[in-house]
């Protein structure tokens, strides 16, 4: 061998090896998992053209931000309550702010106490957490047609079927219901009182665990508002702790989303088995989060609750009447007590999802096709609208551009 060919082989390059193949290693649940069509839609707020009624986004003019930059602002100045707010904490959350939510509780009708309250990463971290708690795969969920698309991809990772109300009616009986009672997402309709009870009656007799989802109760634009099922389960059980309903709060509709902070409210039996749930996906939620929302809560959450409230009346009906001024023939649509939204039934033949990218392309109005909220049995023609977040004008001219999509060519 020559120099020089003993030169050359020293030089060629060691193979590599094949890169991993990571889709062949994935568990079966992921193929369940999908990704958010609200989720990608809020990349579209970027563009500022777009009149977007897609995410069912908070109107950040009405954040209490001083209130919360004051309060992280007092935690951190002091070196003794910096220590607290900057180190771990227990998982079930902070005693002071349980203590709150209990109180608030009891003001909605359902008596409780620190026990019966897990504080959890915004009420999406408690509808997975409940979800690992109490379905198994092949297990049955109740849900509404059409339901929340976040509690739908909560559940989905532990592979459940799922039964609308008549079926459950007929006979089936699910693992755990699902159900938004107050200003829904996605079709702010809310459940009378008789349909709460109603709805008890049923899990009673099919012996199944509701799980209520409060995210919008106090967003109510008048008036007193209905009783959680909670409140009325507690009224016939006794007590909270022979309940079978399990209550999901939050506080990112009414103070602020990036807080992560909402809470689960249930028998004792059940939290109990929920925080060792949560120890082992985030050990607790932001000790300086809870103390800011524990802050801005104790004084003056009423009134910045009565500020919300005339602010998305005042959006909700300015939708409805920019609605019913504009739509063509064949449009119906709810008209919601409270929340943020707006569900839209479109004429036979109309497709929500061809329709949203018409839109973007033509009219440059975004909104959130219906089909996704369906579990089974989609509608594809509805879509969803949320006003919290443009302006009334805003609002005018973007259900205008939406009506002239929908009357066609």
């Known amino acids: 061998m020559t120099p020089a060919s003993a030169s050359s082989r020293a030089e060629e390059p060691e193979p590599r090896p094949a890169p991993l193949d990571w889709a062949a290693r994935l568990s079966g649940r992921m193929g369940r998992v999908k990704a958010s069509e609200i989720r990608e839609l809020l990349k579209l707020l970027d563009q500022p053209d777009i009149l977007s009624f897609a995410g069912g986004i908070p109107d950040p003019a009405l954040f209490p ?28 959350g902070l005693p002071a702010l349980r203590r709150w939510i209990v109180e608030r509780m009891g003001r909605w009708g359902a008596p409780c106490t620190e026990a019966n309250v897990l504080i959890t990463a915004g009420s999406q971290q408690a509808l997975d957490l409940i979800g690992k708690l109490l379905i198994s795969p092949g297990d049955a969920v109740l849900v509404d047609r059409p339901t929340y698309l976040g509690a739908l991809q909560a559940f989905n990772a532990y592979e459940p079927a799922y039964l609308d109300r008549e079926e459950v009616e007929a006979g089936a009986a699910p693992a755990l219901g699902y159900v938004v009672p107050d200003y829904a997402n ?47 389960d507690i009224a016939r059980a006794g007590s909270i702790e022979a309940a079978r309903t399990l209550l999901c709060g939050t506080f990112s509709k009414t103070l602020a989303p990036a807080l992560r902070i909402g809470w689960i409210c249930g028998p004792a039996a059940a939290i109990e ?3 060792l749930l949560k120890q082992g996906c985030d050990l607790h939620v ?37 609605l019913a001024r504009h739509m063509p023939a ?57 006003y919290s977040l443009p302006t009334e004008a805003q609002i005018d001219e973007g259900v205008k551009r939406l009506a002239r999509l929908i009357a066609g060519p």
């Open 273 to 275: 088995k929920l925080v």
């Open 286 to 322: 932001s000790t300086l989060n809870q103390l800011a929302a524990c802050e801005a809560v104790q004084e003056g959450y009423d009134q910045h609750l009565s500020r919300l409230r005339l602010a998305y009346r005042a959006k909700g009906q300015a939708m409805c009447a920019a």
């Open 330 to 386: 064949g449009v119906t649509w709810t008209e919601p007590e409270g929340g943020m939204f707006v569900w839209l039934t479109l004429p036979e033949g109309l497709d929500g999802a061809e329709l949203l990218a018409r839109g973007l392309a033509t009219e440059r109005v975004a909104f959130v096709p219906g089909a996704p909220f369906f579990a089974t049995g989609a509608q594809p023609n509805t879509i969803r609208l949320s």
């Open 186 to 232: 996605p079709t702010g309709a809310s459940l009378t009182l008789a349909e709460r009870e109603a709805l008890l009656d049923l899990a009673e007799a099919r012996d199944f665990v509701l799980v209520e989802d409060a995210a919008y109760r106090e967003l109510r634009f008048e008036g007193e508002a209905r009783p959680p099922l909670l409140a009325l």
């Open 65 to 92: 931000a001083e209130e919360i930059g004051a309060a992280v602002q007092r935690q951190l100045a002091d070196p003794a309550l910096a220590g607290q707010a900057l180190q771990y904490t227990v998982s079930e």
